[in-house]
Every structure is written in C-alpha cells, then in structure tokens.
T-cell receptor, first 120, second 117 residues
C-alpha cells in the first residue's frame, strides 16, 4: 500500500528556534502534498498545498514567512516552523497525492503519522 | 467556498449495534469526491470509505456504508455491527476538483464515536 512517513513524530523546542518536519512518500511519487494542523479534539485545518518544483499555496490566514514549505522532490516535502512560539504547539499532519500510482483514479490522499510539536 | 458540517460532536453505541454519523456539505461543483476518515487515538488518519459524486450507487465497505444524497448534499456513514475497535474520531471530508483547486481535502468538525461493551 501507499505509505507516507513523517519525521520527527515528536519534537520539543525552545521558543524562538526553528523546527523542520519532513514528509516523505515512500513507495510512490507525489507531485502534490498537503500540510494540516490539528489542535486537540478538533478537526484538521489545511495550512497549505505543496507542489513539487513550485511555490506552496497557503490558505487564508496562514503566515507564509512563519510556516515555510519546500517540495524539492517528488517524494519529499518539508515544513519549517520559524521562530516557533508556544502558540505554534500543535499536531501537524501531511498528506500526499500519488502521481500515476495508487489512488490516482480515486482521488485518495495518503496521510503521514503526524508530528507533535511542543514549543516551550 | 466548500464547507463540511458534522452536527454530532459525540456519539455512543453499544457493541454489535448500528450507528449513523451525519454529514452535510456545501459546494457549487458537480464532480467531487466524499470521504469518511477514522482517526483513532494514535492520530493516524485511516480511510474508511469514499464516494464519487457522479456515482448514484452508495458505497459500501464491509460493515461501513454511506447514504449519499447529492441533491440534499448529505453524506451519512452507517456502521453496522459496531466493534470496540471502531471507537475513534470520524471525519467527513470533501475533495475539491483537482483541476480547479488542486484537489484539497476539506474536513468536517468530526464526530467522536464511543463503542461501549
């Protein structure tokens, strides 16, 4: 089956530092990846759409300079939370759309395991 | 803009019984996908069932089935013979057109389902 891996699964950092989260599609190529943020007991809120080789498209209200997204290859997208503050503490989830592979004709997205960020 | 609404924040059901989770959505598109995802305590998103809007037949996956009413923009999930392992947060989701908005997945607020022994 299609597998998406996120790393790290948990990260704790000090306020003011930057943190990078990786999202990898392990057995398929993904031209498009999505980044979500989820607070406890709440829904997934789309932050941005990441397209390989081009700039990410951010949802309204999401700070582009704070949440840097890079999609440099067909199997890797990264989310960097810059100058993190306690309010950035959250669960971040990525998902990927396969290109010509599993789920191509069904619209299915494949999700990573999520990354829990805690900013002290 | 598309919206997805789940009006039941929490539900509970006895083991082996049947439960229905409701979902409504709003869109001006004619072709789209609808999904139900399950999120257990591990937080891993698991696809439960999908429905293509152009298909009139309701999707089924073993104990899971949907009641898709396109005109009413309703997409409910029925879980038959509920099992303890079905305890999780369930999200209804709408996928926008890949060619129009990049195929974004918009989630409802979620319904927390508890299956009681």
């Amino acid at each position: 089956g299609a597998v998406v891996s996120q790393h790290p699964s948990r990260v704790i950092c000090k306020s003011g530092t930057s943190v990078k989260i990786e999202c990898r599609s392990l057995d398929f190529q993904a031209t498009t990846m999505f980044w979500y943020r989820q607070f406890p007991k709440q829904s997934l809120m789309l932050m941005a759409t990441s397209n390989e080789g081009s700039k990410a498209t951010y949802e309204q209200g999401v700070e582009k300079d704070k949440f840097l997204i890079n999609h440099a290859s067909l199997t890797l997208s990264t989310l960097t939370v810059t100058s993190a503050h306690p309010e950035d503490s959250s669960f971040y989830i990525c998902s990927a759309r396969s290109t010509g592979g599993p789920g191509t004709n069904t619209g299915e997205l494949f999700f990573g395991e999520g990354s829990r960020l805690t900013v002290l | 803009a598309q919206t997805v609404t789940q009006s039941q924040p929490e539900m509970s059901v006895q083991e082996a019984e049947t439960v229905t989770l409701s979902c409504t959505y709003d869109t001006s598109e004619s072709n789209y996908y609808l999904f139900w995802y399950k999120q257990p305590p591990s937080r891993q998103m698991i696809l439960v069932i999908r429905q293509e809007a152009y298909k009139q037949q309701n999707a089924t996956e073993n104990r899971f089935s949907v009641n898709f009413q396109k005109a009413a923009k309703s997409f409910s999930l029925k879980i038959s013979d509920s099992q303890l392992g079905d305890t999780a947060m369930y999200f209804c989701a709408f996928m926008t057109s890949i060619y129009n908005q990049g195929g974004k997945l918009i989630f409802g607020q979620g319904t927390e389902l508890s299956v009681k022994p």
